[in-house]
């Protein structure tokens, strides 16, 4: 089984900054996949970016050029650098691995 901790929300101006971390713990060796999801107030969840093993990273459209997810293997740890944040950025955001999902982290503009 795999673990996951969130930290780095909270409360940040249109066009501010934020990093969000997620630090994986258990069998590590089974993750293939690490990205993070979103859910605004009365909207669906979604994909906001993910990163494979080997480094390929995908985004979704709404946050390329603004959002860099990364990976330090050694941490076993997931980044999400968001910059430029807009107020639609506002929801909880949710880190997972292929199987597992963690209890998320609220992102709010405080605009």
């Known amino acids: 089984q795999v673990q996951l901790v969130e930290s780095g929300g909270g409360l940040v101006q249109a066009g501010g900054s934020l990093r969000l971390s997620c630090a994986a713990s258990?069998?590590?060796?089974?993750?293939?996949?690490m990205g993070w999801h979103r859910q605004a107030p009365g909207k669906q969840r979604e994909l906001v970016a993910i990163?494979?093993?080997?480094?390929?990273?995908n985004y979704a459209d709404s946050v390329k050029g603004r959002f860099t997810i990364s990976r330090d293997g050694a941490k076993n740890t997931v980044y999400l650098q968001m910059n430029s944040l807009k107020p639609e950025d506002t929801a909880v955001y949710c880190c997972?691995?292929?199987?597992?999902w963690g209890q998320g982290t609220q992102v709010t503009d405080s605009s």
């Open positions: 258990g069998n590590i060796a089974s993750i293939n996949v």
């Open positions: 990163i494979i093993r080997g480094g390929i990273t």
């Open positions: 997972h691995t292929d199987t597992t």
